[in-house]
């Protein structure tokens, strides 16, 4: 059975820092991309950032560019996004998903359970 | 990185079809063939139910289908039951930049 598990999310401060972890099993994580996947309160769905299965292609939202870093461990079958500078906006549930293809192309087929992340002072 | 666009509400009675759209550019849908559609339920993670363009993963009901034509594509859920009544998301990869991902705005389907 497929499971991605989040941690990491809590309140901060505007400007501080967190990272993120999403920890993965039941499938060969090193075959395929991951990607985080953000959720404001009553808001859509926003895609925040990718990486593929060798971390060769890494691709971010313009809204978190700068600021943001995903990687991944594949030895460790985890994901992680390190948010720096972190703006009210950003307060969201913070979903990992797991990619249908090891390029990447978008269609997440697993999604975890989110980690929320709230920015305020 | 513009969002897809998609309406913000649709419904429909038991039984009946409805067709959601989902329009962008030819930089994301009209330039790919990876166009997923996904369900939300309220406080619960987004399911996949369309990936590239018109597949059904395995356990989606065969009353779920997508097509697409030109920028535009669309989600038809036929046979409309109360459990379908969810928020529902189309996204494509898009050439913007490298492995990039956008999201339709979403739309809230009523089952009447």
Redesign the interface.
């Known amino acids: 059975e497929v499971q991605l598990v989040e941690s990491g999310g809590g309140l901060v401060q505007p400007g501080r820092s967190l990272r993120l972890s999403c920890a993965a099993s039941g499938f060969t994580f090193d075959d395929y991309a991951m990607h985080w996947v953000r959720q404001a309160p009553g808001k859509g769905l926003e895609w925040v950032s990718g990486i593929s299965w060798n971390s060769g292609s890494i691709g971010y939202a313009d809204s978190v560019k700068g600021r943001f870093t995903i990687s991944r461990d594949n030895a460790k079958n985890s994901l992680y996004l390190q948010m720096n500078s972190l703006r009210a906006e950003d307060t969201a549930l913070y979903y990992c998903a797991k990619d249908n293809y090891g390029s990447g192309r978008g269609d997440f087929d697993y999604w975890g359970q989110g980690t929320l992340v709230t920015v305020s002072s | 990185?513009s969002?897809l666009t998609q309406p913000a509400s649709v419904s429909g009675s038991p039984g009946q079809s409805i067709t959601i759209s989902c329009t962008g550019t030819s930089s994301d849908v009209g330039g790919?063939n990876?166009v997923?559609w996904?369900q939300?339920h309220p406080g619960k993670?987004?399911?996949?139910m369309i990936?590239?363009v018109s597949n059904r993963?395995s356990g989606v009901s065969n009353r779920f289908s997508g097509s697409k034509s030109g920028n535009t594509a669309s989600l038809t859920i036929s046979g409309l039951q109360a459990e379908d009544e969810a928020?529902y998301?189309c996204?494509?990869?898009t050439s913007s930049?490298?492995?990039?991902?956008?999201?339709?705005?979403?739309t809230k389907l009523t089952v009447l």
């Open positions: 990185q969002a790919y990876y997923s996904y939300q993670a987004p399911k996949l990936y590239d993963p928020d998301y996204s494509s990869y930049s490298t492995l990039c991902v956008v999201f339709g705005g979403g």
